[in-house]
């Protein structure tokens, strides 16, 4: 299977098992995920405008939306843009694999992707950043958490049914973003270092 045909499966398993993810997912925000929310949203100038990737159920979203920032909400899976746009949400469809629209470019003081980078290959996950890239402001900030570990796997853990995740360490994640024009403003772990916690500010 390519890596093309993983990160297809993946997005399937989404669109066939949506309820059950929103359902198994902790409505909550937990401690240590809000620090690193936190964090992010001090670094963006007040009520600033922050593109999500991958908002799924919007529990990310309705948390900034709620200390005042404008959030345009981003996904693959139609029933999540549904639902986030009865709630009065400006949404997208966008696939991280994709460019960015023209439109978009140079518009964001900062995109978050929470647990949604994880999900490409790193040839994938290089390109993805290159594109979010595109669309933040001349300092703005970027966002993401991805798993630690080693390796990459097809797992049907908590959807009981296929995703696809590569996993990193910090040192990996460090090399990664020495390539860009970015300075990196935290680098984390959470959850007794099951996550990776990143925030940077395009140079």
Same mark, same amino acid.
């Given at each position: 299977?390519? !890596?093309?045909?993983?990160?297809?499966?993946?997005?399937?398993?989404?669109?066939?098992?949506?309820?059950?993810?929103?359902?198994?997912?902790?409505?909550? %925000?937990?401690?240590?995920f809000k620090i690193w929310m936190d964090h992010f949203l001090q670094k963006?100038?007040? /009520?600033?405008? %922050?593109?999500?990737?991958?908002?799924?159920?919007?529990?990310?979203?309705? =948390?900034?939306?709620?200390?005042?920032?404008?959030?345009?909400?981003?996904?693959?899976?139609?029933?999540?843009?549904?639902?986030?746009?009865?709630?009065?949400?400006?949404? /997208?469809?966008?696939?991280?694999?994709?460019?960015? $629209? @023209?439109? &978009?470019?140079?518009?964001?003081?900062?995109?978050? /992707? !929470?647990?949604?980078?994880? $999900?490409?290959?790193? @040839? #994938?996950?290089?390109?993805?950043?290159?594109?979010?890239?595109? %669309?933040?402001?001349?300092?703005? %900030?970027?966002?993401?958490?991805?798993?630690?570990?080693?390796?990459?796997?097809?797992?049907?853990?908590? #959807?009981? /049914?296929?995703?696809?995740? @590569? =996993? =990193?360490?910090l040192e990996e994640l460090k090399e990664i973003l020495a390539k860009y024009?970015?300075?990196?403003?935290?680098?984390?772990?959470?959850?007794?270092?099951? &996550?990776? $916690?990143?925030?940077?500010?395009? #140079?």
């Open positions: 299977m390519t !890596n093309k045909d993983k990160n297809n499966q993946t997005i399937l398993t989404y669109q066939s098992n949506f309820d059950k993810y929103v359902e198994r997912t902790p409505k909550e %925000i937990g401690e240590e963006l100038p007040r /009520a600033g405008k %922050i593109f999500e990737v991958g908002s799924a159920s919007g529990r990310d979203a309705r =948390y900034f939306d709620g200390k005042g920032f404008k959030v345009l909400c981003t996904d693959v899976i139609p029933q999540a843009l549904s639902k986030l746009s009865q709630e009065g949400f400006e949404t /997208a469809q966008y696939d991280f694999r994709d460019k960015p $629209h @023209k439109e &978009w470019q140079g518009q964001f003081d900062g995109f978050f /992707a !929470n647990a949604v980078l994880l $999900h490409a290959s790193e @040839k #994938m996950f290089v390109r993805a950043l290159r594109n979010l890239l595109e %669309i933040l402001k001349p300092n703005g %900030i970027g966002a993401f958490s991805l798993k630690s570990g080693e390796g990459e796997e097809m797992t049907e853990e908590k #959807m009981d /049914a296929p995703r696809f995740f @590569k =996993y =990193y360490s024009p970015v300075e990196i403003v935290s680098l984390s772990t959470a959850d007794d270092g099951k &996550w990776l $916690h990143v925030i940077f500010r395009k #140079m």
